[in-house]
């Protein structure tokens, strides 16, 4: 057999190999699925008499963006469509910034919270990356109308991780859906602290970091080394965080590499 046909067979087995991957329902996969951990027996199998699990992410912080061209001046940093995130309020968005080579600087997750007469976006990121994010947003704002502000002290990032619903008891105003992966849990912001009552079970962040890593889901600096990996080996389109129709910062090369994919 010639080496032409020899990468002809090789491009259509990933092709093949694409499509099925692409194709993976995550729904039902999670539903077929009992994950327990180690000490506190958390799964996801069905049934609302557990209790749900909740743990404050101290490793992230919180920056907030208002003004009139906020979706405008995103939409160029980001891998994501902002304009899509803007449509509805409250939602939730993950995505990456990149640098100019293409490859992953910070993995964030991005908050609507606006309100008829104002336009706000909340960005969860990485404690370790939240000030060379602020200076990268002040150095591309230029006269654009965006406000930047850290608002890590005010609010604090929580995660309830053992069921895809939070009780309307324990439902702050500021409360997400995992936008990553379906049943994943729930990401919400509160100014006050959480305590433990008979229906949510307060433990340490490790804990989230032991359920994040049987989901295989990266997360933050230690996982996202910043400018070493891809995106497109990071997940990013399988844990919906990405968009490749859009010229932005630092997504040509990954523009590239989707082009090659069937």
Not at 103 to 129: H, M, P, Q, W
Not at 191 to 215: F, L, P
Not at 218 to 238: H, R
Request: some cysteine; overall charge positive; proline content about 5%.
């Amino acid at each position: 057999m010639s080496n032409y046909k020899v990468c002809l067979c090789l491009r259509a087995l990933s092709r093949i190999c694409f499509k099925s991957i692409r194709s993976y329902k995550w729904t039902s996969a999670c539903k077929k699925t009992t994950v327990h951990l180690n000490q506190n027996n958390v799964h996801t199998s069905s049934g609302n008499d557990r209790p749900h699990t909740l743990s404050q992410l101290q490793s992230r912080s919180l920056i907030e963006l208002s003004g009139k061209d906020t979706i405008d001046f995103l939409q160029g940093l980001v891998t994501n469509d902002v304009n899509q995130l803007a449509e509805k309020s409250p939602s939730t968005q993950y995505s990456m910034i990149l640098n100019v080579q293409g490859r992953v600087l910070y993995d964030l997750f991005l908050y609507n919270s606006s309100s008829e007469n104002k336009t706000t976006i909340l960005i969860d990121i990485d404690k370790a990356g939240k000030d060379e994010v602020l200076k990268l947003f002040k150095r591309y704002r230029l006269r654009k109308k965006v406000d930047v502000i850290d608002i890590s002290d005010g609010y604090k990032v929580w995660c309830q991780f053992n069921s895809s619903a939070i009780p309307d008891t324990l439902k702050p105003p500021l409360t997400f859906h995992d936008p990553r992966v379906p049943l994943f849990g729930c990401r919400f912001l509160s100014d006050k602290s959480v305590n433990e009552t008979a229906n949510a079970n307060v433990v340490d962040e490790e804990e989230y970091t032991t359920w994040r890593y049987r989901w295989g889901i990266p997360e933050g600096v230690t996982d996202l080394p910043p400018g070493n990996c891809l995106p497109l080996e990071s997940n990013l389109a399988l844990m919906n965080g990405g968009i490749f129709y859009y010229h932005i910062l630092g997504l040509d090369l990954s523009c590239a590499m989707a082009s090659t994919l069937p």
